[in-house]
């Protein structure tokens, strides 16, 4: 499997301020012809481990394929975190794909200035936008990001609010960081999206 480029089909990753964004498959919220919607939500949940196990591998492969190279891996953090939890489900994944790629992981670099309401229950873009405005704030200026690649991680994308929300609060800080952004899967609502992948 192969990493594919989100930013030349969907400009709001352009606007979020990424150099590039990437994703292995797409998230299909009804009516995925193949198994790969149903695998993703269970990788959110981690409701299978060696599903888990193996979508980790499958992603780990993909970026050493890809040769990218990153300085710095961060992720998103869940709607409820304010500071990055070492229970989150998706921080083995994380550190993982730091670990394999020989990028620093930089848990603490973003905290939340309170717990946000779950994107997908917010009906509008504006809405999404509201919800996330000025809520992180850099916690660890020990490095310094200008003229560094740093991936942001997350497990499924739809508006990409969140990450550019990120990116925004980065780039206050480090105006020459490069942010580029890794999700699982891009939310798509047509049926055989992931077919042939």
């Given at each position: 499997?192969?990493?594919?480029?989100?930013?030349?089909?969907?400009?709001?990753?352009?606007?979020?301020?990424?150099?590039?964004?990437?994703?292995?498959?797409?998230?299909?919220?009804?009516?995925?012809?193949?198994?790969?919607?149903?695998?993703?939500?269970?990788?959110?949940?981690?409701?299978?481990?060696?599903?888990?196990?193996?979508?980790?591998?499958?992603?780990?492969?993909?970026?050493?394929?890809?040769?990218?190279?990153?300085?710095?891996?961060?992720?998103?953090?869940?709607?409820?975190?304010?500071?990055?939890?070492?229970?989150?489900?998706?921080?083995?994944?994380?550190?993982?794909?730091?670990?394999?790629i020989g990028a620093k992981y930089?848990?603490?670099?973003?905290?939340?200035?309170?717990?946000?309401?779950?994107?997908?229950?917010?009906?509008?873009?504006?809405?999404?936008?509201?919800?996330?405005?000025?809520?992180?704030?850099?916690?660890?200026?020990?490095?310094?990001?200008?003229?560094?690649?740093?991936?942001?991680?997350?497990?499924?994308?739809?508006?990409?609010?969140?990450?550019?929300?990120?990116?925004?609060?980065?780039?206050?800080?480090?105006?020459?960081?490069?942010?580029?952004?890794?999700?699982?899967?891009?939310?798509?609502?047509?049926?055989?999206?992931?077919?042939?992948?």
């Amino acid at each position: 499997m192969e990493l594919k480029t989100l930013s030349n089909k969907h400009l709001q990753y352009k606007a979020a301020g990424l150099e590039e964004a990437y994703h292995l498959v797409y998230y299909i919220p009804q009516g995925d012809t193949t198994t790969w919607t149903a695998r993703v939500a269970r990788f959110k949940n981690r409701a299978d481990e060696e599903d888990f196990q193996l979508i980790k591998s499958m992603t780990i492969e993909a970026f050493i394929n890809s040769r990218l190279t990153f300085d710095y891996v961060i992720r998103v953090l869940g709607h409820n975190e304010t500071v990055p939890l070492k229970s989150a489900k998706i921080r083995e994944y994380v550190y993982d794909i730091a670990s394999a790629i020989g990028a620093k992981y930089l848990p603490q670099l973003l905290n939340k200035t309170r717990s946000t309401a779950a994107l997908h229950t917010l009906p509008t873009l504006l809405d999404r936008q509201k919800e996330m405005k000025n809520v992180f704030f850099i916690k660890n200026r020990d490095e310094n990001l200008n003229n560094k690649n740093i991936l942001i991680i997350d497990d499924i994308t739809t508006s990409c609010t969140t990450v550019a929300e990120m990116v925004r609060t980065i780039k206050a800080e480090w105006p020459d960081a490069k942010c580029y952004l890794f999700c699982l899967a891009r939310t798509n609502h047509e049926m055989n999206a992931n077919v042939n992948l």
